[in-house]
């Protein structure tokens, strides 16, 4: 057990409203009249979520990009956020409020309101954020999955990953460097998807554990076959297709990919309305009796990695 | 102009929904269907909000306080809060989280959700909380004030500026240290006075420069007589009668009071209503024509302290 892994283990004894999920959720659930309102408080904290050397312009896209990453897990339509805000430098604070004025823009989302607090020079940035959306049917959770489902994921995986080394001073293309420092929050199809699913939740913290997170939250075990894993060109191209530059891709995080499970006889509504969004969904594995993650690979379990993805107090 | 206020500034021509009032006011409203929501997020800073020896169960207390004093400005019902914590050292987090639980069961408030981040040692303290209101009716903002209004406050003012000399090492009662440490947010007088009122804000940073920003937002003028601002009789125990310590008293802040204005035949509508409530609500002056705040004492008119409150960059 870690530091936060114990204060999160108390804040939970506190969230008993069954709304708060457990805090075990991308986001709460408020129901308010018939209105059924989604809430999520995402923070970005420098040298953990963002690198020191990130332009300012991309934190902010990243930190609004975050939270309504939760909100597409839940299948919640955006309608506003608050900014809790820590001053740094003067042209830090300028590009930081530039870029998020256009990424407020971008997805037409307002800034209703928040807090700034000034904080002696030096101290690491760090910058809060809650994101209300509504959902217009139930709310999917990651506790919903059964035997039997298949396991879907969004988008491609790894980019962000390979972004991240990029930043840091790899070399490699700068579509995966965006993907890391600007990346799209699955919304129209987290809306689409949620009277399908049977659970579902957005990827950050990396594939692999963010499944075995879904499994745990359902009471059943995962099996994710590694050479469904969806991986763009860009990734092949830099990553290569080894076992290795898959298990990489599957739990490096950041993906802020849909990651949801469905009954089989659901996969052609699923196909058809990937079809229609233009958004590839990949079949990536199933879901069973059981508890745990199992991995295959070109037909062979292999072992799990020793790290899943990013775990709270890493 | 300040750092600070520059940031805000430019975050203040991003919130152009009429939600976010300008970010001016103590909170936003969100219109969802047929419910009007108040939103709020207030974060406290170690060394701004609280002190470093300030113990973590009346930290965690007052996060809350302050957020739901918002909601009480406004009028608003509170609905449920989220929480964005920076981690400290365990001890110290263990006891934030027994005095969040105590607060939040005083309350009766669900805490739905949020997020937790590790810092660096040593990195000075913040947390950020957001509260979600409903309000029944209009949402009072602080610029109906109109010429003719009278102008009230509730309960009494300068406590907690006494009890933060207090908390610094003066003499002084702990009822004095209480109302610095664990403010009561005056929830059921905002709901209760919203339909009467004309503009009402919560006294946080100092009654002078709230009241004066009440008349900016207003396009007023407010006046104030100094010998009609409610002191407790423990404040005038320990500071005396003296203009210098109603001065005192209406600069120093952190009293989460109420302030509104009201039609003057509200009057006794307005004195019922306190009776009710078993809580004083005292006539401190009226608004004019004009702009800008004018003291008088005694019936003189006092040139305006240096410092009317607290301001951020302060």
């Known amino acids: 057990m870690t530091r936060e892994s114990d204060l999160i283990a108390s804040l939970r004894r506190l969230a008993t409203d069954p709304g708060a999920r457990g805090l075990m959720d991308d986001a709460a659930v408020l129901e308010v009249g018939d209105m059924r309102l989604v809430l999520t408080h995402d923070m970005l904290a420098e040298g953990v979520h963002f690198l ?28 506003a956020v608050l900014l809790g805000y820590s001053l740094g430098p003067s042209d830090w604070d300028a590009r930081f409020v530039d870029g998020l004025g256009r990424a407020l823009r971008g997805f037409d989302i307002p800034l209703l309101g928040g807090d700034t607090i000034a904080v002696a020079a030096g101290t690491p940035r760090s910058y809060g954020m809650t994101a209300i959306g509504v959902a217009e049917g139930a709310v999917p959770s990651r506790s919903g999955a059964a035997p039997g489902d298949l396991l879907w994921v969004t988008g491609s995986i790894g980019d962000a990953g390979a972004g991240l080394a990029i930043a840091r001073g790899a070399e490699g293309p700068a579509a995966l460097l965006e993907r890391y420092r600007t990346p799209m929050p699955r919304l129209e199809a987290g809306r689409a998807l949620a009277p399908l ?30 050479d469904q894993i969806p991986l763009s060109q860009a990734y ?11 298990l990489e891709a599957a739990t490096a995080g950041d993906d802020y990919e849909l990651l949801f499970t469905a009954p089989r006889e659901r ?8 079809d ?31 790290k899943l993805g990013f775990e709270h107090g890493d």
Chains 1, 2 share one sequence.
């Open 52 to 79: 020191r050397d990130d332009p300012p312009e991309d934190v902010a896209w990243k930190l609004l990009a975050v939270n309504l990453s939760d909100l597409a897990g839940k299948g919640a339509r955006p309608l």
């Open 197 to 226: 699913v049977s659970a579902m939740m957005d990827v950050s913290d990396g594939l692999l554990i963010d499944a075995s997170r879904l499994a745990a939250a359902s009471g059943v075990a995962a099996l994710i076959t590694l």
């Open 236 to 246: 092949l191209d830099l990553a290569g297709e080894s076992r290795g530059a898959r």
């Open 267 to 274: 996969a052609p509504a699923i196909h058809a309305l990937a």
């Open 276 to 306: 229609r969004l233009g958004l590839p969904f990949s079949r990536i594995g199933g879901i069973e009796e059981g508890s745990g993650l199992r991995v295959l690979d070109a037909g062979e379990e292999v072992p799990l990695p020793p």
